[in-house]
């Protein structure tokens, strides 16, 4: 909620960053990141909050998450799951809240 509040309110402070990362290729990635590591009430827990499965350590891609690994990101503690087929990717979000709820 801090950096949410932070980034609606003080938008100028943040528009050198802005203007830096418009042309970056992953600046979604890199972006809130750094805001979230430069406002200094923040405290940053080295924890995962992305799950990525990988088929091996040499992969450049992550694997792509279908209908087929619902049960493994319900088991899964983190928030946030990359990166799902397009085909299947709302019927999965959808079955996964429904599986939440109850």
Not at 73 to 90: G, S
Request: aromatic share 10%; with cysteine.
């Amino acid at each position: 909620m801090k950096v949410a509040q932070s980034i609606l309110t003080g938008r100028e402070l943040y528009n050198g960053l802005r203007r830096q990362n418009e042309r970056a290729w992953c600046s979604d990635e890199s972006y809130f990141r750094t805001l979230v590591k430069s406002h200094a009430s923040l405290k940053i827990k080295n924890t995962f909050t992305t799950y990525v499965q990988w088929a091996n350590k040499t992969d450049q891609r992550p694997q792509t998450l279908g209908m087929d690994h619902l049960q493994v990101l319900r088991n899964r503690h983190e928030q946030f799951a990359r990166k799902f087929e397009f085909e299947t990717a709302t019927e999965l979000n959808l079955k996964l809240d429904e599986l939440s709820a109850n």
